[in-house]
């Protein structure tokens, strides 16, 4: 593998770590990500910090949104949504 190849690789790796994280993903693509994370000291390093911090976080963000709040938030999150879709499909 080249120089280039494995940068490449490393970019993909970092777009998708909070998604591997979550396990959010194919397994297919986990094992891919795994792979990368075992040979890779710095994408590693990167996954061990981000996870740490997720994880700081969740313990000390024990509080919820109100419900009316959350309510509006995904309110105009679904509305992003179709905005985009729509603008997407075009005329």
């Known amino acids: 593998m080249s120089a280039h190849d494995h ?13 591997f994280i979550d396990n959010e993903m194919p ?13 890779c000291g710095p994408c590693l390093a990167k996954y ?3 996870r ?11 509080e919820q949104a109100p419900n009316d709040l959350r309510e509006r938030v995904l309110f105009r999150i679904r509305e ?10 075009g005329p």
């Open 80 to 89: 992003v949504q179709i905005s985009i879709d729509a603008r997407l499909e």
């Open 52 to 62: 740490t911090v997720k994880s700081l976080v969740a313990r000390s963000c024990s």
């Open 48 to 50: 061990d910090l981000e």
């Open 7 to 19: 940068d490449t690789d490393c970019s993909q790796v970092i777009h998708q770590i909070f998604t």
């Open 27 to 39: 397994q297919a693509d986990c094992a891919v990500i795994q792979k990368h994370l075992d040979e």
